[in-house]
């Protein structure tokens, strides 16, 4: 899959979920769930010990199981495990800042570069080292979708997704896309650790689809 159909998935799709957990057959458990509620698109968090070996399985097993899930890492912040993870078979990074080393890679090999900013200084450096999509992070302390707003009205062209701090309700994903949000990232507040502690996978693949279904009414 290229660059650009990850983004246009992401843009289909509306929220990109993010996970991590050591235990493989827990994170199969929630990006199957996920997958199931509509969410075809899944950010593995790069956190904790052999985190990339845990990602190289999920790959496998992705492809086997889960054949048009696109599976991508976040939480990269430099180009030595942005270049891991890519050769691992990561369709997208995501970083929490802004790193030229890592653009230069993800473009050398046309993978989604999703960056990290937090001003529209950053979010303008990044589309000219060719960012398609831009991360706002942390959302809410950054501004939030007024910040969002205000920077779309000058620069419509912008590929937004917020990230930290959003919600599957529709009072925030109505704020955000409202904004003009490109599309959310979605951690903890749609992969609780309560749903994970209890392994109710069945109501998370239930809260995903509601949430699908929130985006697509809020954007109409």
Request: glycine fraction near 10%; charge should be neutral; hydrophobic fraction near 40%.
């Amino acid at each position: 899959m290229k660059r650009l159909d990850v983004a246009l998935r992401m843009r289909e799709i509306g929220a990109i979920p993010l996970y991590y957990n050591p235990d493989i057959e827990v994170c199969k458990q929630v990006i199957g769930a996920c997958y199931r509620g509509g969410m075809k698109i899944f950010e593995f968090t790069n956190r904790g010990d052999f985190a990339h070996e845990l990602f190289g399985e999920l790959v496998k097993w992705s492809k086997r199981s889960l054949p048009d899930l696109v599976l991508g890492v976040g939480t990269v912040v430099d180009a030595g495990t942005c270049s891991l993870y890519i050769q691992l078979g990561a369709r997208f990074i995501v970083s929490p800042l802004l790193n030229e080393e890592m653009a230069r890679v993800c473009n050398r090999r046309k993978v989604l570069w999703i960056p990290g900013c937090a001003t529209a200084s950053e979010i303008s450096k990044a589309e000219e080292l060719g960012a398609e999509v831009v991360k706002l992070f942390p959302g809410p302390t950054v501004g939030g979708a007024k910040f969002l707003k205000a920077y779309l009205g000058p620069c419509p062209w912008s590929n937004i997704m917020p990230s930290g701090g959003v919600s599957p309700t529709e009072e925030n994903l109505d704020e955000w896309f409202g904004a003009g949000a490109f599309c959310v990232g979605i951690g903890s507040q749609l992969i609780t650790s309560e749903l994970v502690a209890k392994q109710d996978y069945k109501q998370l693949e239930l809260l995903s689809g509601k949430t699908l279904e929130i985006i697509q009414k809020v954007r109409s």
